[in-house]
Structure formats: structure tokens, C-alpha cells
């Protein structure tokens, strides 16, 4: 469990940063292969791929990576934080011997966000970033919006037009990603920058979340809560989904941050 607020001062604008996070193994898994980064400017969820090995070797060595790549209390650049990704995807194959195939490949998901300055012409923003199916959203504190898109075998289904959305959270292959982080010589990223002008929101979750909870149940949940601050989201949308299965590990972070003229 985390709970922080730190404060950015540049040259023209004040960043305020406010954030929750928590991790549990669920009610059924042995163990947690989660990991979870929640500091400026960089906060993310990590899900090692269950049934490979090293799932959890796997996440923590994404947050090893990019504690080495990114430096913590100003903005990063997309530069560098593409260089985190593609870092990691390489250090998480080094788990890997040459022959491993199939589940003896280590892999892992990898969703964030990040504070980012993308320079002169563009300025500060959010960038996010995501491979696998771990989720990032927006909330704007009335409308909750999933940013991200799954890398799954049940998502292709759903852009073909042959299953719907709420079929594909009941379908058999909905465990199936079609992209993560160790699994090829070559990492696919999403990628996109939005403005961090103003108070912006995001929750970032491994599925262990999504698979409990309905949009509904965490709009809901982030309504009733976020009055009482970034830890109590987070707390009560871990709890929700222990009490309603726990059927795999929950990770949730949920960052909130304000920029002002300084």
C-alpha cells in the first residue's frame, strides 16, 4: 500500500501530485506477480503473465529498469521513457534461455503514465503508454473513460465485430494477450500524450481488477471515494474485487495531479 503527494516547481507552472496504490494476491492465487511504480513523474502496473515462468522476476524487472532509466521528482521526455520500455523488454528476454518457447517464456504486461516535457512545440503532458491488457483510464470525476486498448485475443474479436464487449469478459480465451513485454525481440508500445493542463485523473489496473468489476462498479466506487482522498479509491476498489472473487491478483494505482502558474 502507498499513499503520497509530492510537488513539482518549474520555471512557469506548479505540478501537485497525489496518489494511491496497492497490491494484494487475490483470495485464490499463491502468488503475486504484480508489481506497481507510484512516484513522479512515472506510475504503472506490471502483471506477469500467468503460467509462464518468472511472471513475478518479470514485473519487477520492469520496475528495476525504469528506476534506472527515468530520474524521479522532474518530468521525463517520451524519449526516455520509450527507451524504459524497449530496456525492459530486453532485460525481461534475458530471463529467458534461447529454447525456452511457449509458457517457459517469461513475459509480462506493462500499463502507465508519465510526466512528460515533449518539448518546446508541445510542452508538458501526459504520456501513456501500454502493452498487454492491463488498463489505464481516465476520470474526469463524472465520466470514466478506458485510454487504453487491450493487446487480447478477445479484443481483436470485439474491433472484428464477432463478439461484443460484455461477451468477451465471459469468453474461455479471454486470457489470451496478443502482445507483452519479453515475449519478442521487438516490443509494440500504445502510446499516446495528453495535455496535463488543469487537474487530470488516471487509474492504471491489472486485470485481477477488470475481471471483478463492471465500469459501472468503478465509476461508482470512484465517486463515493475520491472525496476522501487517492488511497481510499484505491482501497476500495481492491476490496470490491477480493470480495467478489479475488480470482486473480489486484493492482491498482490512481494518480490525480493539478498544474497551476507558479
Not at 25 to 36: K, M
Not at 44 to 52: N, Q, R, T
Not at 77 to 94: Q, W
Not at 225 to 252: F, I, K, Y
Request: charged share 20%; hydrophobic share 40%.
Amino acid at each position: 500500500m502507498v499513499q503520497s503527494a509530492d510537488t513539482m516547481t518549474l520555471p512557469a507552472v506548479t505540478i501537485s501530485f497525489g496518489v494511491g496504490a496497492r497490491s494484494e494476491v487475490g483470495r485464490v492465487r499463491q502468488l503475486n506477480e504484480d508489481s506497481f511504480m507510484a512516484h513522479s513523474p512515472v506510475f504503472l502496473v506490471a502483471d506477469g503473465m500467468g503460467g509462464h515462468a518468472n511472471g513475478d522476476e518479470a514485473s519487477q524487472t520492469v520496475l528495476r529498469v525504469f528506476e534506472e532509466h527515468i530520474e524521479s521528482g522532474r518530468p521525463s521526455t517520451p524519449e526516455r521513457i520509450l527507451d524504459a520500455i524497449h530496456s525492459s523488454n530486453d532485460a525481461v528476454r534475458d530471463l529467458s534461455g534461447a529454447d525456452d518457447f511457449g509458457a517457459a517464456v517469461s513475459g509480462t504486461t506493462l500499463a502507465g503514465v508519465a510526466f512528460v516535457d515533449a518539448g518546446a512545440d508541445i510542452g508538458l503532458h501526459w504520456m501513456a503508454f501500454n502493452v498487454g491488457d492491463s488498463r489505464i483510464y481516465t476520470w474526469d470525476g463524472v465520466h470514466l473513460a478506458q485510454l487504453s486498448v487491450d493487446h487480447s485475443a478477445v479484443q481483436e474479436l470485439v474491433d472484428a465485430g464477432l463478439i461484443t464487449a460484455r461477451s468477451a469478459e465471459l469468453h474461455p480465451e479471454r486470457n489470451i494477450i496478443t502482445r507483452a513485454i519479453g515475449t519478442d525481440e521487438f516490443v509494440d508500445a500504445d502510446v499516446w500524450l495528453v495535455p496535463a493542463s488543469g487537474h487530470r485523473a488516471f487509474l492504471i489496473c491489472s486485470d485481477g481488477l477488470t475481471k471483478e468489476l463492471e465500469p459501472d462498479d468503478i465509476s461508482r466506487l470512484l465517486t463515493e471515494q475520491q472525496p476522501n482522498g487517492q488511497q481510499a479509491v484505491v482501497d476500495a476498489l481492491v476490496d470490491e474485487a477480493l470480495a467478489r472473487g479475488g480470482h486473480d491478483n489486484v493492482t491498482v494505482v490512481f494518480v490525480e495531479s493539478v498544474v497551476s502558474p507558479s
